[in-house]
Each structure stands twice: as C-alpha cells, then as structure tokens.
C-alpha cells in the first residue's frame, strides 16, 4: 500500500520504481522499491532526457492495465499505446519488450496464457499505429511478478497490466 | 531417453515371512472401507520396534505420523499401552489391547545384518479376531529407513482398506521464498511426508509446474531461464535438463502421458491465443491436438492415454473440456457457475479433479469424467493446482492467504472431511504427487 500511495505523489518515483521493476525482473537481487534505495525527494534523477527510457517512462507513461480476464485494450490505454508508438516512431533504435501480467485471481497457468493475449493485443496495437513488428517481442508473466501486493480490487487491478520495456541504444 | 537409471534403494521384500500359527478363534476381520467418509477414525497401536537404537522408535513414529494424516486412523498414546512388547515374534496378549480398545497392533524389530544392512520385521495384528494380519521383513541400508516406514505403512493401509497404498511416494513443487513481487521459486523434491526435501534448481530463473514422469525419474517444469519461457526435463538423479521441442514462442502447461512417450503441453500462438500439443520424445514430431481461437491448456491425459481433460475459453468464461488423445470430439464437462481450470485426470479414472472460482473463493473439487456429480471439497480466497496421490484417494493442493505471505501445500481426500497442513522449510506451491516408488 505504502508503494502505491508514493506513486500518485511523484511522477520521478513513478519512473524509478518502473525501471527498477523492471530491473528486477532480470535480476531479483535488486531492490525495486524507491525506499530501499533512499531514494526519493528532489535527490535522484532530475528531468528525463527526451528520447531517453526514462522520457519514456515519465512523459509516455510505460503501462497500461486491462480489465479482469480481459485482454481488450480499454480507452485510457489505447491513450497510452498511441503516445507509445508515437515515441517509439521517433526513436526507431530501441527494442520493445510487452511483458503481459495477470492478478492473483486466476490459476496459474490460465494465467500464463492470458498475460501472453494481454502482451499480444498490446504488441498488436503498436503495430496498427505504425511500430515495426520486428522491434517487439512478447512475454508472459502471468501472475509471477505482481507490483502490488496487497488484496483488495484497487490492487488487483494495478496487476493486471502490460509494461512496454525498452531495450537497445535509443536514438 | 526413457532408460531406468538406478533404482533410489535397494529392498529385499520376503512376503509374508512367518508362519505363525495361533489357533484363535475366527472373527470377522477388521476391514475399513474408505469410500464411505470415515468420521471416527480407527483407533490403532503402533508399538515401538524393537531395536538397539532410536532407529526402531522412529520407524514406528513415522508409520504412526502417516496413519493418522490419512484421517483413517487414529494411533493410540504409548503412553496408554498396558503390554509393553519384548518379543514380536509371538501374539501380544490381544485382551491388554483390546481394553485400551486398539482395533490393530503393529509389532516389530530392527536388527542389523552382518554385511552392515538393516533388518527390519513387523507384523499386523488384528486385536478383536486375535490374529496375525501381515507379517513381512525387509533389508535395506541404513539410511533407507524411512522408506522402510513408508512400505510398512502402506502394507497396513493396504491390508486394512483394500486400496492402494501412497506413502512411498514424493512430491516435486516449486518452493518460493522472498518477498511476493520478487519472489525466489526453485524446483524441490521431497516425501510425502514432507522429509528428505532437497532443491533441484538454484532460483536464478522463476520455475513453474513442475510434474513427474510415469517411471518417477524425470520431472517437465516450465522455466524462463531461456529468452523464451518454456517447457523443460529435468533428469532428478543427474541434474540434466534439455528444452523440450523447438518452439518459437512459449510453451507451458506440461504434463507426461501415461506411457511416458509423450509431453503435453500448451503453445502460445502468434495472435495470443494458446492451443494444446503432444510431443513424442523418442521422434520429437509434435502434434496439434487442438486449433482453437481461444486459451486451450491445462491437459492431462486419462490413465489409458485415450482421453485428454483440458482447459479452455472458446466458449466465453474458462471450462473444462474433454477430447479423445487425437484431438477429435471435444466436449465440454463443466456446466455449473463460475470458472473451472486445472483439471486432472485420477490415476483410477474415474475422476478429474479441478479448480473452480466462484463467488470471489478457490475451491477444490472433483467430478465424474462426463462432468456429472460435481464435489467442492475445499473453498478458500486462493488455491489451486490439485495432483492426485497415486490411489486416487487424496489430493493435494496449494493455498495461498490473502496479503503478502505465500502459498502452503495441503491434502485433503476425498470425502472432504480430511484435511491436512503439509510442512515446508519455505512457501510451496505447485505440488506433484509421484507414482508409487518401487
């Protein structure tokens, strides 16, 4: 709970905790959460460089979230995905990971395969407004990487989402 | 591939090794019958075995542990036994037995042979017909003892019940650890029991579902150590592991057919959507058992290799479908509220146990083959994921409670009345049930 509520404050923290959950996806050694790094405040990273990930993250925004055992891309996220490509297509050197998520809600292997329509229907969104399908990849998670853990909707629902994840020089 | 490697342990089993012949007076055996829902279970004494050592007493501890989680049995207080038993070789004196109303006695002995192996004798009394029941011997090494325990416990379980025995067996599940968004999962092994655990993988990659081959020495996991996640095989006693098939995209969902020549499995296909495929592991040709725009998986092969039960939401909200092993006829079983996932098929073949959510809750159940006679046996806010002990008779399952802890394995059998926590050193989750071992 005290993760989320950081997030709504700060747009800075929204993009720390983005990129180090991402990070941590790699490598589960690293801590994700900008209070186990100290960070926070005015201290860290200051204004995003514009073609950068972390431009991406903060000014695009990376995420988008789907309804329970949906895979369709709702309004507010066919937003996000049309301010994705748009940068995406600036920025043609970066490669795209769609990682699909589920909440807890769900068994685990149907889960599995939901995050990869949910990953599908992203990837394939990007695609209609213009994104090289070449450049992305998909992946499934399932229900294996939740951000929020706690129990109740507000929380499941922050799960259930598809995180569009840069890789590659940028440019 | 499919090549015995050496066996986990070496028993010499002389069946029924002593004649002893008490002329008593004949009475109607005692025989338990465990489909009908024991509520009070049978009340039993499990002597310590006679031994130089601990070694006797903790053979009798386990035998004793195992009876009672099977919900059937009831072992007495030792400390309520009025014969204490010097020589399990002759009758114990049924009356001191029968007062502190023991309805069976299990008597016994641990020697050590002069080549160095264990020597372990026990016999099954019947208190109230005054008569032997079992009485058989084993060698084993040393530290095989508590296999010892288990064959023993599932002799009189068999002797008593009628049905198959599960002790002797193991349970391969994903043990997780750290915090719930980071979480570590590694393959682990251990008994039934929950004894003897040991990991199989070293948590730098997530590891799912993991399930057992049919001849216990090989597991298929799903493991996202590659770019891909995908189904793997993992040789238990070597550590050798190999990509199953050539896949472009994921791949999950895998289970074993009944012969062990074939994985099933799901392959997620470029539009999304996922659908159900078997791969022969001598030729490795795959073949696509289903071809629908929707989630097929979750299959599980009938005993006979004839049927597949499986998942999916071509019809709108998930259900359980069963077609025949080629892929023709599916059918869907599952008609009642909710959604149902995670169906498998009983070793016994009359039931397909699954996981249904409705009205917020998990719950556990079981139905006939055609869908009819639908059982809840356990609700709960999240658990899934059952696997059958290899008589049919108990299921074991993951549950997870709401907030940030983690998952517990649990049984429970089938009359629903029976349930029972199982200890891991961490979090488990996707548990296994092998095969009876050898």
Redesign the interface.
Same mark, same amino acid.
């Given at each position: 709970m005290r993760r989320i509520a950081a997030m709504t404050r700060s747009p800075i923290i929204i993009a720390l905790v983005a990129m180090l959950?991402v990070a941590?996806c790699a490598n589960?050694q690293t801590p994700?959460t900008a209070a186990d790094l100290g960070l926070g405040g005015a201290g860290g990273a200051g204004a995003a460089t514009p073609g950068s990930t972390q431009d991406f993250t903060v000014n695009v925004g990376d995420r988008i979230f789907f309804d329970t055992?949906s895979?369709v891309i709702r309004s507010d996220a066919q937003q996000t995905l049309r301010r994705q490509a748009q940068w995406l297509n600036q920025h043609r050197g970066y490669s795209i990971t769609m990682e699909g998520h589920a909440d807890?809600?769900?068994?685990?292997?149907?889960n599995?395969?939901?995050g990869?329509?949910?990953?599908?229907?992203a990837r394939?969104f990007l695609i209609a407004q213009g994104v090289d399908g070449n450049r992305i990849?998909t992946?499934?998670?399932?229900k294996?990487?939740?951000?929020?853990?706690?129990?109740n909707i507000s929380c499941w629902s922050q799960n259930r989402r598809g995180v569009t994840v840069l890789s590659g020089a940028g440019s | 591939m499919m090549t015995q490697l050496r066996s986990f342990v070496t028993i010499a089993l002389l069946a029924a090794a002593f004649a002893l012949t008490a002329s008593l007076p004949a009475r109607a055996q005692l025989q338990i019958d465990v489909t009908q829902g024991v509520v009070e279970p049978v009340p039993v004494a499990i002597t310590d075995f006679l031994s130089s050592d601990d070694v006797g007493a903790n053979i009798s501890q386990v035998i004793s542990d195992n009876l009672r989680r099977s919900g059937l049995f009831a072992p007495i207080d030792r400390g309520a036994f009025i014969e204490r038993i010097s020589n399990p070789d002759v009758a114990p004196r049924f009356e001191d037995w029968r007062v502190i109303n023991a309805q069976a006695i299990v008597t016994g002995r641990v020697s050590q042979e002069a080549d160095g192996r264990l020597r372990a004798e026990f016999r099954l009394w019947d208190t109230f017909a005054g008569q032997q029941l079992i009485g058989e011997q084993f060698f084993t090494n040393r530290q095989n003892w508590r296999r010892i325990a288990h064959i023993i416990s599932d002799a009189i379980y068999e002797r008593l019940t009628g049905e198959q025995g599960y002790f002797d067996t193991r349970i391969v599940f994903v043990d997780e650890s750290?915090?719930? +968004?980071?979480?570590?999962?590694r393959l682990a092994i251990m008994d039934q029991d929950g004894a003897n655990h040991r990991f199989l993988s070293d948590g730098r990659s997530?590891v799912?579902?993991p399930r057992f081959s049919p001849n216990r020495q090989e597991i298929t996991y799903?493991s996202y150590e590659g770019?891909?996640?995908q189904v793997y095989l993992l040789q238990i006693e070597t550590g050798q592991r190999e990509l199953v098939g050539n896949f472009p995209?994921?791949t999950?969902?895998p289970r074993f057919s009944p012969d062990g020549q074939r994985i099933i499995m799901?392959l997620?296909r470029? +539009?999304?959507?996922?659908n159900i495929y078997a791969m022969d592991l001598r030729s490795r040709t795959t073949t696509r058992l289903t071809d629908s725009n929707a989630?097929d998986?979750?299959p599980s092969y009938s005993p006979d290799g004839q049927r597949v039960v499986f998942?999916s939401d071509r019809g709108g909200?998930?259900q359980i479908y069963v077609m025949n092993g080629d892929g023709s006829n599916p059918q869907r079983i599952s008609f009642g509220d909710g959604t149902y996932?995670?169906p498998v098929w009983s070793p016994r073949g009359d039931l397909i146990a699954f996981?249904k959510?409705t009205g917020g809750q998990f719950q556990i159940g079981v139905m006939r083959t055609d869908g009819s006679g639908e059982r809840i046996l356990s609700t709960g806010h999240?658990q899934?994921?059952p696997t059958w002990a290899p008589n049919g008779r108990v299921l074991m399952f993951f549950r997870?409670p709401?907030?940030?802890a983690g998952p517990r394995l649990h049984t429970i059998d089938l009359t629903g009345r029976n349930e029972q926590a199982i200890t891991t050193p961490n979090f488990a989750? +996707?548990p296994a049930w092998s095969p009876l071992l050898d």
């Amino acid at each position: 709970m005290r993760r989320i509520a950081a997030m709504t404050r700060s747009p800075i923290i929204i993009a720390l905790v983005a990129m180090l959950a991402v990070a941590g996806c790699a490598n589960r050694q690293t801590p994700n959460t900008a209070a186990d790094l100290g960070l926070g405040g005015a201290g860290g990273a200051g204004a995003a460089t514009p073609g950068s990930t972390q431009d991406f993250t903060v000014n695009v925004g990376d995420r988008i979230f789907f309804d329970t055992d949906s895979s369709v891309i709702r309004s507010d996220a066919q937003q996000t995905l049309r301010r994705q490509a748009q940068w995406l297509n600036q920025h043609r050197g970066y490669s795209i990971t769609m990682e699909g998520h589920a909440d807890e809600r769900g068994t685990r292997e149907y889960n599995l395969a939901l995050g990869a329509r949910r990953a599908a229907s992203a990837r394939d969104f990007l695609i209609a407004q213009g994104v090289d399908g070449n450049r992305i990849r998909t992946i499934s998670y399932g229900k294996e990487r939740p951000v929020a853990v706690c129990d109740n909707i507000s929380c499941w629902s922050q799960n259930r989402r598809g995180v569009t994840v840069l890789s590659g020089a940028g440019s | 591939m499919m090549t015995q490697l050496r066996s986990f342990v070496t028993i010499a089993l002389l069946a029924a090794a002593f004649a002893l012949t008490a002329s008593l007076p004949a009475r109607a055996q005692l025989q338990i019958d465990v489909t009908q829902g024991v509520v009070e279970p049978v009340p039993v004494a499990i002597t310590d075995f006679l031994s130089s050592d601990d070694v006797g007493a903790n053979i009798s501890q386990v035998i004793s542990d195992n009876l009672r989680r099977s919900g059937l049995f009831a072992p007495i207080d030792r400390g309520a036994f009025i014969e204490r038993i010097s020589n399990p070789d002759v009758a114990p004196r049924f009356e001191d037995w029968r007062v502190i109303n023991a309805q069976a006695i299990v008597t016994g002995r641990v020697s050590q042979e002069a080549d160095g192996r264990l020597r372990a004798e026990f016999r099954l009394w019947d208190t109230f017909a005054g008569q032997q029941l079992i009485g058989e011997q084993f060698f084993t090494n040393r530290q095989n003892w508590r296999r010892i325990a288990h064959i023993i416990s599932d002799a009189i379980y068999e002797r008593l019940t009628g049905e198959q025995g599960y002790f002797d067996t193991r349970i391969v599940f994903v043990d997780e650890s750290g915090p719930k +968004d980071q979480r570590v999962k590694r393959l682990a092994i251990m008994d039934q029991d929950g004894a003897n655990h040991r990991f199989l993988s070293d948590g730098r990659s997530i590891v799912l579902t993991p399930r057992f081959s049919p001849n216990r020495q090989e597991i298929t996991y799903m493991s996202y150590e590659g770019g891909q996640p995908q189904v793997y095989l993992l040789q238990i006693e070597t550590g050798q592991r190999e990509l199953v098939g050539n896949f472009p995209g994921m791949t999950f969902a895998p289970r074993f057919s009944p012969d062990g020549q074939r994985i099933i499995m799901s392959l997620l296909r470029q +539009d999304g959507n996922s659908n159900i495929y078997a791969m022969d592991l001598r030729s490795r040709t795959t073949t696509r058992l289903t071809d629908s725009n929707a989630i097929d998986t979750s299959p599980s092969y009938s005993p006979d290799g004839q049927r597949v039960v499986f998942t999916s939401d071509r019809g709108g909200r998930t259900q359980i479908y069963v077609m025949n092993g080629d892929g023709s006829n599916p059918q869907r079983i599952s008609f009642g509220d909710g959604t149902y996932s995670t169906p498998v098929w009983s070793p016994r073949g009359d039931l397909i146990a699954f996981t249904k959510q409705t009205g917020g809750q998990f719950q556990i159940g079981v139905m006939r083959t055609d869908g009819s006679g639908e059982r809840i046996l356990s609700t709960g806010h999240l658990q899934e994921g059952p696997t059958w002990a290899p008589n049919g008779r108990v299921l074991m399952f993951f549950r997870e409670p709401s907030g940030a802890a983690g998952p517990r394995l649990h049984t429970i059998d089938l009359t629903g009345r029976n349930e029972q926590a199982i200890t891991t050193p961490n979090f488990a989750s +996707d548990p296994a049930w092998s095969p009876l071992l050898d």
